[in-house]
């Protein structure tokens, strides 16, 4: 069983990083062949796919995310980071980190993802 857990600051001042880390057991990152992903949800809002890394590191970020996101892994102790540069408030949200067997490219589907993190809350404010 595979089991995710996302951890991080749950407060951040506008223009500042944020940085969260995904902790993965029961899989290998370079290894068990998944798909790494973050995924968010703003207050009120639907899920937004922000970007994944695979098992042998290549990225792939969305589109209006890319140029203040950066994914990326820690082979050493399982975990996979995002970084979120430039933060604002409208960058308040839950973020997920998920897994998927094969690829997904801006697909918040639940069913499509085969492991979730529960979740943490991260707020922008001075």
């Known amino acids: 069983q595979v089991q995710l857990q996302e951890s991080g600051p749950g407060l951040v001042k506008p223009s500042q990083t944020l940085s969260l880390t995904c902790t993965v057991s029961g899989a290998s990152i370079p290894t068990g062949y998944y798909y790494w992903s973050w995924i968010r949800q703003p207050p009120g809002k639907g899920l937004e796919w922000m970007g994944v890394?695979?098992?042998?590191?290549?990225?792939y970020y969305s589109p209006s995310l890319k140029s203040r996101t950066s994914i990326a892994s820690d082979t050493s102790k399982n975990q996979f980071t995002l970084q979120l540069v430039s933060v604002t408030p409208e960058d308040t949200a839950v973020y997920f980190c998920?897994?998927?067997?094969?690829?997904?490219?801006?697909?918040?589907?639940?069913?499509?993802?085969?492991?979730w993190g529960q979740g943490t809350q991260v707020t922008v404010s001075s």
């Open positions: 998920a897994a998927s067997k094969g690829i997904i490219l801006g697909t918040t589907t639940k069913k499509l993802y085969d492991y």
């Open positions: 890394i695979s098992y042998s590191g290549s990225t």
